[in-house]
């Protein structure tokens, strides 16, 4: 059983940092969610060719947050071929994230901002933390991986998150991470070789499997339930609890969906818009 007694009594991640204010998955992102007083920086990370770990969302640059460094916009159709494991971390910093409107966050606050380091990002959190006399933050870090884009759009999941976890134990926080995943196989490795970390299982919408079916298929008990919120309802709160795990659902983005499942009595919540926890 893993042990989740060190995190939050009620858990508050900013999504990608805080994706509905800032571009997200920026260091300038993690910062503005640590102000709104998010307890875990929730984020993504791929692997570039050069085996560095970045945090990013997408395995390539996505056309919605984008600008080339020739300053166009990457297209629709052609965002797959401009592939982070492809691409060694110098190639990457080349490419900004921060500049383009996004179609969906139209209040986001727009700035240069390139995909960092995971390194650097933990970095830049420690030293911000630090200085401003406040504990350190949660990470809740999710392996961008699926079958289908093994040694295509990142290594196979074993070297991932090997990759990950060197860059995890260098820093000391191994204390402070979740790893989360919807690819089981990053959480089965995780569980069988570094079997401390805490790890969630993230589950989407779509998913018709019973909670049951899903933790059979997981083959272990985790530290923590993701599911997409509009799952959520008072029995799946209950069945989680019964089993020691905690329920943290993503995204939920109204004051008032997150006032509704805090009386369900979830564990946590996962937001683009943190400054709704205030």
Same mark, same amino acid.
């Given at each position: ?55 990013? *969302?997408?395995?390539?640059? &996505? ?6 460094? $020739? ?24 490419? $900004?994230?921060?500049?383009?409107? %996004? ?20 970095? &830049? ?50 204390? *402070? ?13 995780? *569980? ?48 989680? %609890?019964? %089993? ?15 006032? &509704? ?9 996962? &937001? $683009? ?6």
């Amino acid at each position: 059983m893993q042990s989740t007694s060190n995190l939050p009594g009620f858990d508050k991640q900013g999504h990608r940092g805080c994706r509905g204010l800032m571009p997200e998955n920026t260091i300038a992102a993690m910062i503005k969610a640590l102000n709104l007083g998010v307890t875990t920086l929730e984020m993504d990370v791929v692997i570039t060719k050069d085996k560095k770990v970045v945090v990013s *969302h997408d395995q390539w640059f &996505s056309e919605e947050i984008t600008t080339k460094p $020739d300053g166009s916009f990457i297209g629709q159709r052609e965002e797959r071929k401009f592939n982070i494991y492809w691409m060694t971390y110098e190639q990457v910093k080349t490419f $900004d994230v921060g500049l383009k409107p %996004h179609p969906r966050f139209p209040t986001q606050e727009k700035m240069k901002a390139v995909k960092p380091l995971l390194t650097e990002l933990i970095d &830049s959190v420690k030293q911000y933390m630090m200085a401003s006399r406040r504990p350190m933050p949660f990470y809740n870090i999710e392996t961008k991986t699926q079958p289908e884009f093994d040694d295509v759009f990142h290594p196979k999941p074993e070297e991932f998150v090997d990759l990950l976890m060197a860059v995890i134990n260098e820093k000391g926080i191994a204390d *402070h991470v979740i790893i989360q995943s919807f690819d089981f196989r990053t959480l089965q490795y995780l *569980h069988k070789k570094y079997p401390a970390i805490r790890t969630a299982m993230l589950v989407e919408d779509f998913d018709q499997r019973t909670f049951k079916e899903q933790l059979a298929a997981l083959g272990f008990t985790p530290g923590i339930y993701s599911p997409a919120y509009q799952k959520v309802n008072k029995n799946m709160v209950k069945n989680c %609890h019964k %089993h020691d795990i905690k329920i943290i659902p993503w995204t939920v983005n109204t004051k008032e969906e997150i006032e &509704s499942l805090k009386k369900m009595g979830v564990d946590g919540i996962i &937001s $683009d818009y943190p400054n709704l926890f205030n």
